[in-house]
């Protein structure tokens, strides 16, 4: 391990999901607090904090290259704090087969991160990966420099139990975050120039809490709520299980014009029995009647969703049966991977693994009818005038960035900056962004 020094700058690099990127947001914020400074883009950092992912593929393996390839410029490497749900799930390895690793710490644990450095500094190697109970949260320091578009982290963990994922193990079980503390941390982001605030959550939608007279407040209730602070103007989640999709969720789509059209609702397979292998716990149609009563709430609703190809067992034709399923619900835009066995979930020991070259071969079948429609999709949008929200500089001189409703990403030039809720119209569409030309500066 590196010769034990106090570190003043760092890097906190994520991979993964949203949710990785609220934590990482959150463990730089805990950085900023004992004064460090977040290291400048092409420079060396003191401390590098890989936020690591879990969920396919050879994440671990990834890790140890990354660690590997940590060098500063004078040849002598940063300190290294491994987090995120590789540390979770293989932290005693990590430290055991990575010297150069000072610190590891889950997700449940990293805002005990500044008790580690403070051993680290003493040269000491230390891992925490507990789980206690909501208990992070109440230590991190106040959200600070916040862009126009935000992410909250309102639940985390997983009680589903699907056969292929991970997440139940390195998350833990579902909770939900307080009621008046997603309140308080929502005004602090808007407070601090956002918005739009995407509330995350493996299952976001089982989200469940209290209001100040103990009365229960759904998911729904907890929208209706946040849409109520004048100076946020969007609110978005992710990501949805459908058996947790209320009728009132449904309903506010149809009423709280500051949530956005969009849904992103994970189903996987279009095959009832892989569905049923994968424990889902919903059937393709059942699915598409869900979509169905959203579309009906929200006509314009762009939709969204996940998709794995050769879960063990799967058919040609249970494959198709997934193509079918895309070709009926048209996706607005869509997220596919291969089956990647997970150590310790019960489909790692399911037989009928499907070869390599079958699930390639699948996967782009699959990608090539999602891009498709992602295509039509964005053409479907020229001509339309809508509200874009500025997140950045674009290349060129006088453009910028942003987003439109159905999350679609737009360009345009003119008069705007950086937080103004523009309106544009659609002009042009590519497959993974639109131009559009600006109508009314700002409205923010
Ligand atoms: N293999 C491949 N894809 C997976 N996902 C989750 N676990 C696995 C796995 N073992 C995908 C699912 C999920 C998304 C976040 O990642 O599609 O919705
Ligand atoms: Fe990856 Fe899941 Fe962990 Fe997010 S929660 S970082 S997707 S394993």
């Known amino acids: 391990m590196p010769n034990p020094t106090t570190p003043k700058t760092y890097r906190v690099k994520n991979f993964g999901c949203q949710m990785n990127v609220y934590d990482g947001e959150r463990m730089a914020e805990l950085l900023a607090d004992r004064g460090m400074t977040a290291a400048a883009e092409g420079q060396d950092a003191d401390l590098v904090v890989l936020n690591t992912c879990h969920i396919r593929e050879k994440a671990a393996e990834k890790v140890y290259s990354d660690i590997g390839r940590l060098t500063k410029v004078d040849g002598s490497k940063p300190l290294i704090a491994v987090a995120g749900c590789v540390a979770q799930a293989e932290g005693e390895e990590i430290m055991a087969r990575a010297p150069a690793v000072s610190m590891v710490v889950g997700p449940q644990a990293y805002h005990r991160l500044p008790v580690l450095l403070d051993k680290a500094a003493k040269g000491e190697r230390a891992t925490d990966t507990d789980m206690p109970a909501n208990a992070k949260f109440d230590q991190l320091p106040q959200r600070r420099r916040i862009g126009p578009a935000a992410f909250l982290t309102i639940q985390e963990g997983c009680d589903k139990f699907c056969t292929y994922c991970v997440v139940p193990y390195t998350r833990g079980a579902e909770i939900s975050r307080p009621f008046k503390d997603l309140v308080a941390e929502a005004e602090r982001l808007v407070e601090n120039g956002a918005r739009e605030i995407t509330l995350l959550g493996q299952n976001v939608n089982a989200w469940s ?177 809508c509200e874009v929200l500025v997140e950045r500089k674009g290349k060129y001189p006088g453009q910028w960035l942003g987003k439109s409703p159905w999350l679609q990403s737009v360009h345009f030039t003119g008069d705007a900056g950086i937080g103004d809720l523009t309106t544009v119209e659609l002009a042009e569409a590519g497959p993974n962004s639109l131009s559009g030309r600006l109508l009314v500066p700002a409205t923010v």
């Open 209 to 385: 809490g209290e209001n100040a007279a103990g009365q229960a407040v759904s998911f729904d209730g907890l929208i209706r709520s946040l849409a109520k602070l004048p100076d946020l103007q969007r609110i978005r989640y992710t990501t949805s299980h459908p058996m947790d999709v209320t009728d009132g969720l449904i309903a506010a789509h149809g009423e709280e014009p500051k949530l956005m059209p969009y849904l992103h609702l994970p189903v996987q397979s279009g095959s009832d029995r892989v569905l049923r292998a994968m424990n889902r716990s919903h059937t393709a149609d059942s699915y598409l009647k869900l979509l169905e009563r959203f579309r009906a709430a929200r006509p314009d609703i762009a939709l969204s969703g996940d998709f794995i190809v050769g879960f063990p067992g799967e058919t040609e034709a249970e494959f198709e049966d997934t193509l079918s399923l895309v070709d009926e619900v048209r996706y607005a835009q869509a997220y596919s991977f291969k089956y990647s066995a997970r150590p310790g979930t019960p489909a790692a020991d399911m037989e009928d693994t499907i070869a390599a070259e079958v699930m390639d071969e699948r996967l782009q079948r699959l990608q090539a009818a999602i891009n498709r429609d992602q295509l039509a999709f964005n053409q479907a949008s020229v001509g339309k005038t």
